[in-house]
């Protein structure tokens, strides 16, 4: 089967400062400040070090760790918005990124006015956005409130339309952060349904999430990163088991 993305000692540092600088240090020196350490061995934290790994269409890599063990590092450099230190990486298809639902939505204008917008921004034409309109807001269980500002929203009706809107853009790759908590429970299960059905129909997935259940159901192949590295790689019940454990060993662990 194609790999569509493949990681081969995949790295990304970035410059580690003592003193934060204050604004005009900032400003003036920062950029000075940071070839220099790049040169000179200057002090940097390893987000992501030497990481290497393949995803095959149409599979669902799970990726677990605790805060800050370099997941949202990793996908920043998967979808584009971050680049390597070293290493390389190969992404071959579209993008779609399921992360900070709605972002680009504003709220001065109707429901209907964002998908348009939204859409658009995640590939649809007008026309293949207008042929979806429909279905996406039924998916989105807001059909009373499409025709208002989203300022008027709730928290909940603005992430179950933006949700809604992403998972019809006919995605290649879906890159997923902590999403299918959007909505009540019911919500979460439709949810939950429809990306096991774009997975179903051949779209490759990668999907962080603390929700270690959720990672099991849907996931093929798990990673466990910590400090930036993979500790481990493998079946989802095993790698979430000894995540488990090891979460565990450490919390009993006596305070030294």
């Known amino acids: 089967m194609e790999t569509v993305i493949e990681a081969i000692n995949l790295t990304k540092r970035y410059p580690s400062f003592k003193n934060p600088p204050g604004f ?11 070839f220099s350490n790049a040169g000179n061995g200057g002090s ?19 990726i677990i ?10 996908l920043s450099l998967l979808l584009g918005t ?28 109707t429901g209907r006015e964002n998908v348009y917008m939204a859409a658009v921004l995640l590939g649809l034409t007008r ?5 979806q309109m ?4 039924e998916f989105s269980e807001i059909e009373s409130f499409i025709d208002n500002p989203v300022r008027t929203y709730s928290s909940g009706m603005y992430l179950r339309l933006a949700f809604s809107v992403a998972i019809r853009t006919r995605p290649e790759i879906l890159i997923i952060d902590e999403i299918l908590s959007v909505g009540d429970e019911s919500f979460q ?60 060993k450490k919390q009993n662990a006596p305070a030294s």
Do not use: M
Request: hydrophobic residues 35%.
């Open 65 to 74: 760790g605790k805060n800050g063990a370099g997941k949202s590092t990793l």
């Open 127 to 131: 026309e293949e956005t207008e042929e």
């Open 189 to 248: 299960k439709k949810s939950e349904n429809a990306i096991l059905s774009l997975i179903q129909n051949g779209v490759t997935t990668v999907f962080v999430s603390h929700n270690l259940e959720a990672i099991k159901k849907i996931s093929n192949r798990v990673i466990w990163l910590e400090c930036g590295k993979i500790l481990e790689e493998g079946d989802p019940g095993e790698v979430v088991k000894n995540y488990l454990s090891a979460s565990i």
């Open 24 to 34: 005009k240090e900032w400003i003036l020196k920062l950029p000075f400040r940071v």
């Open 134 to 137: 429909e279905k996406i807001i």
């Open 44 to 62: 940097v934290f390893t987000a992501v070090n030497r990481v290497n790994l393949k995803v095959k269409k149409g599979e669902c890599l799970g």
């Open 82 to 109: 971050s680049y390597p230190s070293e290493g390389s990486l190969y992404v071959r298809g579209k993008r779609t990124p399921l992360l900070e639902l709605g972002g680009g939505f504003h709220p001065d204008l």
